[in-house]
Each structure stands twice: as C-alpha cells, then as structure tokens.
C-alpha cells in the first residue's frame, strides 16, 4: 500500500468518514480539558482580572486563521505542480474554518480591547494585518463560489491562494512600517504579563482543541465536496 | 512546437507587438482612457465636500485621498486589459501564437499603464493644486504614482485574469484585488506624506521602485497563468 493512495478522492472519501469522528471527539476532549484549566484552575489575572481569560479562545484562533491560510497555499502549489484534484478540494474545505477562526480572532480581540484598553479598534499593525488575513479569505471564497467549472475553480484557486500567501508578509510589513509612522497610540501588545504554567497549558489545549475542530470539520467538508462533484460515481480514476 | 523555434530566439517582438496593437487600441478609443481620468478628478473632487474644505485638513488628507482614488481608478479600467480579448477569441489566438504568453501579457500590462498610470500621475498636479500642496510635496506625489501605478497594474492583471468570464467579475476584481494593492497605497501615500512633513520620502520611493522591478519579474508568469486557467476551464 502506498500513501500516494489517499491522493485519490474516492480512496479519501471512506477514510475520511473514518477519521473525522475521533478528531471531532479529540476536540470535544481538548476544548473540555482547556476550558476546565481556563476557566476554573487558572488564576484570574491580577492587573486584568478574569477578562484575560478570552486569551485562551483569541491565541489559539489567531494562530489557526494565520496558519490555515498557509496551508491552503501549500495545497494551492501541490494543486498547481501535481495537478491533484484532491488538494483543491482541501483548500476549499478548510477556507471557511480559516476565515471563521480569522473574524473569531478579530471578534474576541475586540471583546478583550475594550475593557482593557478602552477599545474596540485600534488600527494597530497586528489588527490591521488580521483584518487584510480575513479580506483575502472572503476574496477566495468569493472567486470559488464564481467560478462553476470545477477544473478553472481548483487552478484559479489555487492561483489566487499562492500570489496571496506571497503578499502577507508584504502586507504585514507594510502595515508594520505605516503603523510606526502613524503612533497613535502607546499600548503595546507584545507586553504580555508573564504567564503561569497553568495558563500555558490551557492554551495548548485550547490550541490542540482548535486544531482537531480543523481537521474533523474540514474532512467532513471535503467528503460533501467529493460527493457534489459526483466523483463516487464516475468511478476510479486518477488525475485528470 | 517546430513552428516556434523560427522565432524563439525573439520573444521581445512579441512584447512590441502585444504592446503596440494594446496602444493602438485605446488610441482608437480614447473616451475609455479619458473617463478614468475624469473619475479619478471627480472621487478626489468629493472628499471636501464630504469633510469639508479647511486647507489644513485637506493638505492632511490630500495624498491619501489621491492615492486611493487612483487605485479605484486603475480598479475600474481592469477590465480593459483582457476582458475585451477573451469574450472575442483573441486571447485564445495570442496564447496558442509562438510567443510565449508571458512577454505578451507583459506587453499588455505595459500598454496598460502607459494608458492609465502614467495619465493619472500626470493628471496629479491639477489635484494637488485644488487640495493646496506646495510644489515639491506635488513632485514627490507625482513620481510616488508613476513608480507605484505599474504595480497596480500588474496585481491587477492577474485579478482580473482570474475572473475573466466570470459573472459578477467587477466587484468580484475588486474584491481579489484591492487587499492587495495595500502595501502600494501605504508606500504610495506615505512618500507624500512623508515629503509634507518634512521627514525622508526616499525609502518609500525606494520601496515602491522594488515593489515595481519585482513585480515585473513575477506578475507577468501568474497572471499568464490565470489566462491559461481561464481559457482551459471555458
């Protein structure tokens, strides 16, 4: 048996349908254990109080919308070189979990800047950024749900993904040195209070919460993509 | 394949000839070229209206206000690059012609902006003077939109490749499109309004000139690549 196999998605379909309900039970375990740690065992924070405690959604949300779009892009260049059509399909099943924990991240950082701040909005260089992150989201679900040809969908997708993922750092740059031109304000994020172990460790399990949510929903996504394009029917074949 | 190998050896005619057909054309129809340049006087014509006409306020808000009108402008005359050579088969002809697709999609993008950039910065002045910046800071915004509209262009070029056919193609443009022109405008606008505060605008300049090599080394092959997808999938 070769790993190549699960590139087809008509070998993808059943064992996706085998895996997404331990990942959907793993998030379910990690999400509880988190919360438990987060919400209960940790400390309430002495300068923030218990609205610090929005940090263990906000953290893990913000680095799956940042990590998610990278990964749609890596599947955009397997797509592209190996002309997969299942890579297409994965990039389409994780670009609506990227932008939901993108606008999480950008909803919850609200909820935590206005009674820490005074805030709901700063035009600060991480914000600003996560706002563009979630622009070029709707920018690719937009082109997808466009394009009805599912071959021109993939590979213009695919397109899309790669010359954005080229530009966020650019984007990110950019908006950096525009930020420091334009101080507005003197709070500075990167100044987190240090952390105890135990709110470390609800993080990480927050995070591994997210991820596993990631996985489970995007293999059930991808398994109604699979069916929607009739590949169960047609039979097995490989490429295109 | 035996047919490209005769000219192979000079894939810049195809630039010229992609060039120069694309010149003649907007030559031919010249309202096209006008009317952006007329909504690129009339978007920055509004702003004081809306905020109010304070000289102060309107030199502070001038470079922003020109540099995201221009890129609305160039947004709007995205469909002139390609749309009009798909929906009539040309397209399809020029990339099964023995020039690689590329250089002739370079050649497009250049006619492009010496159609749109270059008459908007120079169009700039004119906005300028109604938004009362002194004469230097007009030079620096001048030059900041003649080195930065070509970048403009050619992201530009590969949205609107990507939607060619598409319905909803404009907003959808639009939407591809506009995230990405941000680090232009911060550049763009800054420069400006770095030289209105007295402070070094040459990095910006600078930035904006690498933005524009790079980006002619890249953009020419994605968007080439967005019209190969866009005629396989028709």
């Keep these: 048996m070769n790993i190549f196999k699960y590139a087809s998605p008509v070998s993808f379909h059943p064992l996706a349908g085998k895996l997404w309900p331990w990942f959907a039970a793993l998030a379910i375990l990690f999400g509880a254990a988190g919360m438990y740690f987060g919400l209960v065992v940790a400390p309430s924070d002495f300068q923030q109080g218990e609205v610090y405690r929005i940090i263990f959604i906000h953290v893990p949300a913000a680095w799956m919308g940042m990590f998610i779009y990278l990964l749609m892009a890596g599947y955009g260049v397997m797509a592209l070189t190996f002309n997969t059509r299942l890579s297409s399909m994965m990039m389409e099943a994780l670009a609506p979990t990227g932008a939901m924990f993108t606008a999480l991240m950008l909803w919850t950082g609200a909820l935590w800047g206005r009674p820490t701040w005074g805030t709901y909005w700063l035009w600060d260089a991480r914000m600003t950024s996560a706002l563009i992150l979630l622009f070029l989201y709707i920018g690719y679900l937009a082109l997808i749900h466009s394009i009805e040809d599912t071959r021109r969908r993939d590979k213009a997708g695919a397109l899309l993904a790669i010359v954005g993922s080229v530009n966020v750092p650019i984007i990110y740059f950019s908006v950096q040195w525009w930020n420091t031109l334009h101080q507005g304000s003197t709070i500075s994020m990167t100044a987190a209070p240090k952390m105890a172990q135990v709110m470390l460790l609800a993080m990480l399990l927050m995070t591994l919460a997210c991820w596993m949510y990631a996985i489970a929903v995007a293999m059930v996504r991808v398994r109604v993509i699979i069916e929607e394009r009739g590949e169960l029917r047609t039979g097995h074949h490989d490429g295109t | 394949m035996m047919l490209a190998v005769g000219v192979l050896d000079a894939p810049e005619r195809g630039f010229v000839h992609a060039l120069s057909r694309d010149l003649r054309l907007s030559m031919r129809s010249r309202g096209e070229v006008i009317q952006a340049l007329v909504f690129f006087v009339i978007v920055a014509s509004l702003f004081p209206l809306a905020v109010g006409a304070e000289t102060a306020l309107l030199q502070r808000i001038a470079p922003g206000v020109v540099w995201v009108a221009a890129l609305l402008s160039v947004l709007l005359t995205l469909p ?76 530009g070029a590969i949205g609107a490749a990507l939607t060619l056919g598409v319905r909803g193609g404009a907003v959808l443009t639009a939407l591809l499109v506009l995230p990405l022109y941000i680090p232009v405008l911060i550049f763009g606008a800054g420069a400006t309004e770095a030289a209105m505060t007295g402070i070094a605008y040459d990095a910006h300049l600078s930035l904006l000139g690498a933005g524009t090599l790079l980006g002619g080394l890249a953009t020419p092959f994605a968007a080439a690549a967005a019209i190969k997808i866009a005629l396989d999938g028709s």
């Design chain 2, 80 to 155: 002139r690059l390609f749309a009009g050579d798909y929906s009539d088969g040309t397209l399809e002809q020029l990339a099964l012609s023995p020039y690689p697709l590329t250089v002739i999609v370079g050649g497009k993008m250049t006619a492009h902006w010496l159609m749109t950039g270059v008459p908007l910065a120079l169009m700039s002045p004119l906005l300028a003077l109604q938004y009362g910046l002194p004469g230097d800071v007009t030079l620096v915004l001048l030059f900041s939109l003649l080195i930065g509209t070509p970048i403009l262009t050619m992201i």
